[in-house]
């Protein structure tokens, strides 16, 4: 065996078979750490073998218990696999992957937590809001990779989480913890501890000040699957993507409700994100779709005289989309908000950046600047034109059907889309925004001004 070195910048892995000052990858100053790795003098002879003869690999799923996070999954963890969980502080990782522990734990299978940023003490504190414990959930407070690898392979746990990854060290790499070396040297060893035990393994992770996975780039490429929680944390909502997933789908989208016992489940989310039931101006129900889940979303906006230059500001909502739609408003239906402040948001929560609400927050504007209140037992789907036409958008019957499960009774949806008839729901087909409006002011319910 030989031994050579490389150097690697904690920032973004970029390699180097020198240091130097500044790393061409990212273009930080002093970043390249030196690392030393081992190779082999000898050739390794690999051997190719036709595709055909090569027999399937069955996976198996084991579900978390956490139904919105199992929905992201595709069913569950996959028995040897890696999870990397991340997203902002407070924002309720841990909480999540303590849930699942909790879950699988309830189901009769030894779990464990390696709690590398929290004392036991804490880790129980904060495990007993979630409600009993059971004696199967196992705790290990530990910074050392060494310790918690034994833990996996001695104990074989059905399901493992690290809280977390960047907390983790191994004393033989001369670098600190958190950085490039230690963070991918640690995430090797416990993925292969998990994989040669069929352990499912959880890796809870940091952000960086851009909202961005911190660590090097390589631990994404590591894992079998990366999920990120976000939200609001001033508010109680909480969204779970799958940014990766070896084994299914990456459409699907979880919705949680953080709650003093922890985290809830959101089956019905559209009934949560709605607000007081206020019929308004400027107030209108939106359709909108996140991987394979239709949400009926308030759109609200606020048309205000202003002095200087008027102010755009969209909270939730796509600002490029916001001023599309005003130019559209003016050039189209005469609508002029040159002089005024336009503000427009998303109620409850939720991010509704897609084309499809489009004509939501076009009607929504127009109400607010004309004076006008819509029903709210009105809803409306559909992405808005340059020229002012309604285009269709995917799901449309999806879309709707959802909107009048939840109460709606009269749909606004693109002349052009392929949309079936449903019973005990009038559906307004329009060709322009302007149809839009007029089938909008049919359906006022009060003259404010």
Request: net charge negative.
């Amino acid at each position: 065996m030989k031994t050579r070195s490389v150097h690697v910048c904690r920032e973004c892995g970029t390699t180097s078979p020198r240091w130097i000052g500044r790393c061409p990858g990212c273009g930080e100053w002093n970043t390249l750490d030196e690392e030393f790795a081992s190779a082999s003098a000898g050739e390794t002879r690999i051997v190719a073998s036709p595709l055909c003869s090569v027999a399937t690999s069955g996976e198996t799923l084991s579900p978390s218990g956490v139904e919105e996070l199992d929905r992201v999954l595709g069913g569950g963890f996959t028995t040897g696999s890696t999870t990397l969980l991340f997203g902002e502080p407070g924002i309720g990782k841990s909480t999540l992957a303590l849930m699942a522990l909790r879950q699988r734990a309830l189901g009769g299978e030894t779990v464990l937590l390696v709690a590398a940023e929290e004392s036991a003490g804490q880790v129980a504190s904060r495990a007993s809001r979630l409600g009993d414990v059971p004696s199967n959930l196992l705790v290990a407070a530990t910074t050392n990779v060494a310790d918690a690898e034994d833990l996996i392979r001695s104990l074989r746990p059905a399901l493992c989480v690290v809280d977390s990854i960047a907390a983790m060290s191994d004393p033989s790499l001369a670098s600190v913890a958190g950085s490039v070396p230690q963070v991918r040297h640690g995430a090797e060893r416990l993925c292969a501890a998990a994989k040669s035990t069929g352990a499912s393994l959880v890796l809870v992770g940091h952000v960086t000040k851009d909202g961005e996975l911190a660590g090097p780039r390589t631990l994404e490429h590591l894992v079998d699957t990366v999920l990120r929680i976000e939200g609001e944390r001033e508010g109680s909502l909480r969204v779970l993507r799958a940014l990766k997933h070896r084994f299914g789908a990456t459409s699907e989208v979880g919705l949680l409700e953080m709650v003093n016992e922890g985290l809830r489940d959101l089956p019905e989310a559209s009934l949560a994100l709605g607000g007081l039931d206020l019929e308004v101006p400027g107030v209108v129900m939106g359709i909108a779709t996140d991987g394979s889940r239709s949400l009926l979303v308030e759109i609200q906006a606020l048309v205000a005289s202003g002095s200087g230059a008027p102010r755009r500001v969209a909270h939730q909502l796509s600002s490029q989309r916001l001023s599309l739609l005003l130019a559209v408003l003016e050039v189209r239906c005469g609508i002029d908000t040159n002089a005024s402040d336009v503000f427009a948001a998303s109620a409850g929560g939720l991010p509704a950046l897609e084309p499809g609400v489009d004509v939501a927050l076009a009607l929504a504007i127009a109400s607010a600047a004309q004076g006008f209140a819509l029903a709210r037992a009105v809803a409306c789907v559909g992405e808005v034109g340059l020229a002012g036409e309604l285009r269709a958008v995917a799901g449309l019957n999806r879309r709707v059907r959802e909107a009048q499960r939840l109460g709606a009774r009269t749909v606004i949806v693109p002349r052009t889309g392929e949309m079936d008839d449903v019973e005990g729901l009038r559906i307004e087909r329009c060709a322009t925004l302007g149809d839009a409006l007029e089938a909008a002011r049919r359906h006022e319910v009060a003259k404010v001004r």
